[in-house]
């Protein structure tokens, strides 16, 4: 077992766990979630030295640190090799800013990163253990998809999808529910927020204790981790990193995943300036960071950038532990933390529907760059804090694109009058036979469904 890292809960009352202990049980046993309670270090001169290594090369400097005495370094590395055989482009922009594209895995959005790796670990750790698993998720759009691909296949893995019918697009939809096999996908008559908490039910109901759950949403740790590795390859490959030169990040954030894994990788020694979290519509974390107040937003609003349209994001718990306050699962904040570090830190900014479209039309106008509505946000975000926070012209600065534009073919080709061409793995769906149960958001049926495929009684 690893015995550098420990897991604590962030609502510490339930004992430190070991990475495989926090991975396969997803949320810890008293709704908390799972840190790390103590961070590795990666220099700066460690950095430079990976200027010329590919992205797996790179995943597993970067993931040995966590996995040590879980799994063997080369074994690591082979994983490492096996789930990202895909380009993680990196386009300039204009003067010394850039987008990455982080839309060339198999479901075309960023969410591959951490599913295939969280897939890989899982399986493995599965491979000496007793029975079977279930992975029970809610998705707004791009979630299922991605970790449906990851786990298909898998022995004694199960995957349930559970994703909002009318939120969701037609090819997001159809990459889900033409899997089959250890996939199930449910279409909800609700929200996105509706079928969160009909998981978050299904993990705290005393009824399921014959069924293995566990979760592959960012309340797992074993999705972040991983979300820390293209932070350091943009870094490695566009700084000066010798130097210790700083980069600022904009980050397109829903659930705030994609986000922790920014903070976790400058806690272990990217010398990332700012992080730029950048907001549709649900701006509850912009607004709590300005007035250090907390509310959710309920129901949340729906967004063209739909998979970000989440009203209470699971992993503020974490952003606000990290900086020495308490909230529980609730979203009630127990503890305030350290405000004015966190600002200095982060940049929070909410963009509209309005802005997004705007934005798409005016990076194609301007620059002749094509983004999608999340990846519209992240730049948006970007420009605002440039502008507004008058950032030196060479300043490094990288926006994520969170996903593939031929995933909003409509909405995109509205606004720049190109239809985008789809990537191979979105060719050819609509030529799938899709299956999928429809449920309205009762909690029972789906209960039931759970019990009666996978109880172990
Ligand atoms: C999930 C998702 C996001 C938001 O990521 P979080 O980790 O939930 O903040 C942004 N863009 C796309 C395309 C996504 O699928």
Redo the contacts with the bound molecule.
Sequence with gaps: MNDQFKYYSTNRTVPVATLPEALLQGQAGDKGLFLPENYPAISPDEIASWAGLSYPEIAGNVLRRFTSGVFEDSDLRAMCEDAYGYEVPLEQVTGRRHIMRLDQGPTA???DFAARMMARWMGRLMESQEGELVILTAT????GSAVAHAYSGLDRVHVVVLFPIQEVSPRQRMQMTTIGGNVTTIGMEGQFDDCQALVKRAFSDPDLSAVRLTSAN?INIGRLLPQTVYYFYAYSKLADAARREPIVFS?????????MGAVIARRIGLPSERLVIATNANDEVPVFLETGRYAKISPSRVCI?N??N?GH?S?LARLVDVYGGRMDETGKLCEPPDMDLMRKHLYAVSISDEETRATIRGAYEKYGIILEP?GAVGWAGLERYLEENQVPEDRLSVSLE??HPAKFPEEVEALTGVNPEPPPSLVGLEDRLEEYPVMKTDYEPLRDLLLDRYSTR
Excluded: R
């Design positions: 959005s960023f969410k707004s759009g791009d979630t960012s980050i397109p954030s829903g659930n705030f995943g994609d986000m950038s998979a970000m989440v994001p992993n999340h969170t996903a």
